[in-house]
Structures are given as structure tokens and as C-alpha cells.
């Protein structure tokens, strides 16, 4: 149960039902439900909203199958990070990248096939293999090597393989984006608004980051398709006075999709705080005009999406995870994702090998070499086990929040120094608190148009197969 504020409660199920209760139908509830209407008793009753807990143990088994199906697939996201070494110097640069000419940060063959043979241990059916760096684009070859590699063991079909690659696109010449286009690699790259504050944040050696990158989109879509790039920002102090700004730079680029992420806490990151940093509450005001913004643009008809609400808005109303590892409960963190860096070391996660370039030894798995179970049993991962359960977090096993959101023990073990953290003074909290609020504020006020959007983006449609915005409690 969780207190909305404007006399309205959230309350949910583990299931992920929920319902948005006056304040006096919430204290009724907790007194036993006696003074609820038989209508609304019957109501809460069939949504799995009282008396659930240990009393149906079917409803246990069904969200096993539904929200927690990825339980089942173990890690099903595996990222090569193929090189370190990358020619631009980003302000916030999350892991302390390598001179282009640098030796000694790429991937080996050998770890690269050895990393492979962990993919294909992973029980999945639907892998992807994505590629990051650095700049992954300066050992396409590499690329090829293991995206042949990768087809070459799946002869058989038994898994559908998905392949992406982050890039500034700067590097990628027409035979590869062929490559590209002929074996379905997706490619996204960072655009962090107009080019003005890109250039600025992300410096090349000469000068013209933002102008190569549009072009790079440019040649991409010309060989792979409209829909085969997409861009996200990382949100710094500069850009978070204009939302509006941000947005429209995605529109006049042709981008259909924002995501509008906060600058990491991780790596070389932290030093850079104080320049690009804010508080929560900043970025969450921020938020919520840009959000307000997109539903304005979706009502008039055009096709935009914010792909963080999407995500939580698949969470809140289909039955089914949306299969982004970050946000997962148990944590992505090795069971979702696995990370096979240049020098042969297997992390958990992104975030865990970014820490770790930074000196913190402590998220190390193993190395690639070794089999998967053995990387899934290493003390790293009984380490962040701890916090892995949001189920079993103090704070979050109380929340209403609780069925939508998930456990991020590798970002708690950064900030706080251990995997379970302390919710009442963490900014992945209160971050995921305040954008609940503003999309469950928007559920309660039940404009037409923008239920119609989050109905849209809930279940990955477009806006004009809606007929209706579907049921929503009032
Ligand atoms: S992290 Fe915060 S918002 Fe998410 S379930 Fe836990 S208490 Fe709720």
C-alpha cells in the first residue's frame, strides 16, 4: 500500500493488479474490509487484492509464468565489449576509456570464442549478443568473428539470436553497415541533444561528433532500414533546463523513440558529478515536463514514444515482464545479463564492469574461460545475492510499487557499498518513486488521450489500433 497523496492509496498484488483506493477506503481495507461496499469488497477480491498472500497457491505458480518467466531463461543478454579503446572523450564517460592507439584493450579471439561458448550454455531460447565498448566499431572484424561464430553454432536454429551494437557510428564504412544490414545487427547511438551541447559533451578529435553521428544515422538507415537505428540521450545539468529542447531534437532527426536517462553514478562518472550532476527531484521535475510534452505531440497524432514510462507502463499492465534486465526482480545481474569484457573477465552487468575499471575489483565473476554455472556460482554473485530479491528488501516489501519495479544490487553495492543498500536514502528509490507517482497520476486523471498513449505503449502497438484506452480504475 502505498500513499498517493490527493486522498488516493495504490495498492497491488503480487500478481501486479492493482487499484486506486480514497484514503477511506484504504484505512477500511486495513481494518479488515468490513466498511468497504460490497461491491468494491467483491471488486478486490477478484483482482487478487485481498486475502492473497500464502492463500492461493496457484496465483504463486501463474506469476512464475507470467511476470517471472525470466526466471526460467537464465542470462539472455550477453555483451562483448569487444575494445576499450574509443577516439571520443565524453565528459561523463562511464568507464575510463582507451587512446585509440592504445595497445592491450581488445578482446582476444580465443576469449571471444570462449565467450561464445558461454552464450550457448545460456538455457534460453532468445539470446542477444550485443556489442559496446569503447567504440566497438574499431574492431568490426571482431565483430564479424563473433556474429559468425555465434550463426555457425546455431546451425541447428535452436535459439533465435538477436545482435546489436552502441556506436557513435563514426567508424562504421558502407562494407559494414552491409555486414550489418545482411545479419540484422540493430545499432543505437547517443545523441544528447542539439549539436551545440552534444559537441560539447562529447568531444572528438575533430570536433565534429554530432555532425558525423547524423550522417552516420543517415547511412544506417539508407542500408538498414528506417527502423534499424535508434538514439538515446544521457540527460546532464545542461540539458535539463530544456526538456522540450531535447525532444524536439530527436523529432527533427527523425527519431520515434527517447529514452530519457539520468547521468550514471558509475565510473569515471563520479568524478565528473559535480559538473553534469543533479539531484533526483531535479530530474524528476525534468521528467515529467518531457513526458507531458511527448503525450501533448502522441495526442496530435504523431508517432513518439518515452521508452523508460514504456517500460513501466508494460509492468504495470500487461501480465508479463518486459524483459528489460535493469529493472527485474530477481535482479538482472548475471541472471539476466553477462558481461565479457576486453581482458577476458566475465561481469554481471554493465555497471559492474564499469566499476570495476575504476579500481572496484569486488563484481568480478571470472573469467571467460570458465562455464557459466561456474560464473553464476562465483562469491561475486553470492555477494550481490543479498540484494538481488526486492521481494526481500526492507522498504520495498511493503511498497505497492513492488510488482512493477525491481532490485538493482550492483548500483546499491556501488553507492552504498553493499547489494541491499538502504532505500530510504537511495536515488534508485526514490528515482523509481517519483516516476511511478507521475504515471500513476496520470492513470488516476484518466485523460482520454493519454491513456489511450500509455495503452499504446504498454502493449507495443501503435496509437491508431487503440480503440479504446482499456479498463482503468477509477
Ligand atoms: S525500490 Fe523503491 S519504488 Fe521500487 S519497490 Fe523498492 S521501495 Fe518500491
Known amino acids: 500500500m502505498t500513499d498517493l497523496g490527493r486522498d488516493r492509496v495504490l495498492i497491488s498484488s503480487d500478481f501486479g493488479d492493482y487499484a486506486l483506493l480514497s484514503r477511506d477506503e484504504a484505512d477500511a481495507l486495513q481494518a479488515g474490509g468490513q466498511g468497504l461496499s460490497p461491491t468494491r469488497r467483491m471488486d478486490l477480491a477478484a483482482r487478487g487484492l485481498t486475502n492473497v498472500s500464502g492463500a492461493v497457491p496457484d496465483l504463486d505458480e501463474a506469476v512464475r509464468r507470467t511476470r517471472k518467466a525470466f526466471l526460467l531463461e537464465g542470462p539472455t543478454l550477453h555483451i562483448f565489449v569487444v575494445t576499450l579503446r574509443c577516439d571520443h572523450s565524453c565528459h561523463y564517460c562511464q568507464v575510463s576509456r582507451a587512446a585509440v592507439g592504445a595497445a592491450g584493450f581488445d578482446m582476444s579471439l580465443a576469449d571471444a570464442d570462449a565467450a561464445l561458448d558461454r552464450v550457448f550454455e545460456a538455457p534460453g531460447r532468445d539470446l542477444t549478443i550485443e556489442f559496446q565498448g569503447g567504440e566497438p566499431a574499431l574492431r568490426f572484424d571482431l ?85 534499424a537505428v535508434a538514439a538515446l540521450p544521457t540527460v546532464t545539468r545542461a540539458a535539463l533546463n530544456d526538456p522540450h529542447g531535447l525532444v524536439d531534437t530527436y523529432r527533427a532527426l527523425g527519431l520515434r523513440s527517447i529514452f530519457l ?144 519495479c525491481g532490485a538493482d544490487p550492483v548500483h546499491h553495492a556501488v553507492v552504498h557499498g553493499d547489494p541491499v543498500g538502504d532505500r530510504a536514502a537511495s536515488d534508485f528509490c526514490e528515482r523509481q518513486t517519483g516516476l511511478f507517482r ?14 489511450r498513449t500509455f495503452t499504446a505503449w504498454a502493449f507495443r502497438k501503435d496509437r491508431r489500433e487503440v480503440r479504446t484506452s482499456g479498463f482503468v480504475e477509477r
Open 438 to 451: 507521475i504515471l500513476f497520476e496520470h492513470i488516476d486523471k484518466g485523460d482520454p488521450e493519454t491513456l
Open 261 to 404: 536517462r539520468p547521468v550514471s553514478p558509475y565510473g569515471f562518472a563520479r568524478k565528473t558529478a559535480r559538473v553534469h550532476g543533479y539531484s533526483t527531484a531535479e530530474f524528476l521535475a525534468f521528467y515529467a515536463q518531457a513526458l507531458d510534452y511527448i503525450l501533448k505531440l502522441s495526442a496530435a497524432g504523431e508517432a513518439i514514444e518515452e521508452v523508460y514510462a514504456a517500460i513501466l507502463l508494460r509492468h504495470i499492465w500487461s501480465p508479463f515482464h518486459s524483459g528489460y534486465v535493469d529493472l527485474r526482480s530477481p535482479a538482472g545481474a548475471g541472471l539476466g545479463v553477462m558481461v565479457y569484457n576486453y581482458d577476458g573477465l566475465a561481469y554481471p552487468s554493465d555497471e559492474a564492469r564499469m566499476a570495476a575499471e575504476t579500481g572496484d575489483k569486488r563484481f568480478a565473476l571470472g573469467r571467460v574461460d570458465q562455464p557459466l554455472d561456474d560464473l553464476l556460482a562465483s562469491p561475486a554473485m553470492s555477494w550481490l545475492a543479498a540484494g538481488a530479491v526486492a521481494e526481500a528488501i526492507p522498504s520495498c516489501d511493503r511498497c505497492a510499487f513492488l510488482p512493477y
Open 143 to 227: 565483430v564479424r568473428h563473433i556474429v559468425l561464430g555465434a550463426k555457425s553454432r546455431n546451425a541447428d536454429g535452436a535459439k533465435a539470436l538477436r545482435f546489436t551494437m552502441v556506436s557513435t557510428l563514426h567508424h562504421l564504412g558502407e562494407a559494414d553497415l552491409a555486414f550489418c544490414a545482411e545479419h540484422e545487427i540493430q545499432l543505437s547511438t547517443s545523441i544528447d541533444g542539439a549539436s551545440a551541447l552534444h559537441d560539447h559533451q562529447r568531444p572528438n578529435p575533430s570536433r565534429d561528433a554530432w555532425a558525423r553521428t547524423v550522417e552516420g544515422i543517415g547511412r544506417a538507415r539508407a542500408a538498414l532500414g528506417e527502423h
